[in-house]
Nanobody, 123 residues
Framework: QVQLVESGGGLVQPGGSLRLSCAAS????????MGWYRQAPGEQRELVAA????????NYADSVKGRFTISRDNAKNTVYLQMNSLKPEDTAVYYC????????????????WGQGTQVTVSS
């Protein structure tokens, strides 16, 4: 059974930090790249960060490079997104998912998604 549970979102002031967590079922986590996505109102869902199964390869969207850090704990089937220097334009619902490659994550043709976690950056 595919299960994705995102948490850690909230309201934060510009310049603040949040750490998101995503607990995934072994079916989707094990041996897969994992990615964090976000979707703002009226916008398409976009991939913002990705990490390889072993954690040695990471990839970031230009909009978050240098501010966000993706990591994973394979013993806990959990992927994290540390978000620093947050901006109002980072406001969105954040989701995670997994696939066999970064190309698959970018295609994001997944049958199941979690409920997401809302991040709001506002003063």
């Amino acid at each position: 059974q595919v299960q994705l549970v995102e948490s850690g979102g909230g309201l934060v002031q510009p310049g603040g930090s949040l750490r998101l967590s995503c607990a995934a079922s072994g079916l989707i986590f094990r041996h897969n790249y994992m990615g964090w996505y976000r979707q703002a109102p009226g916008e398409q869902r976009e991939l913002v960060a990705a990490i390889s199964s072993g954690g040695s390869i990471t990839n970031y969207a230009d909009s978050v490079k240098g501010r966000f850090t993706i990591s994973r704990d394979n013993a806990k089937n959990t992927v994290y997104l540390q978000m620093n220097s947050l901006k109002p334009e980072d406001t969105a619902v954040y989701y995670c998912n997994g696939g066999p490659s970064i190309a698959a994550l970018r295609k994001s043709d997944f049958g199941s998604w979690g409920q997401g976690t809302q991040v709001t950056v506002s003063s």
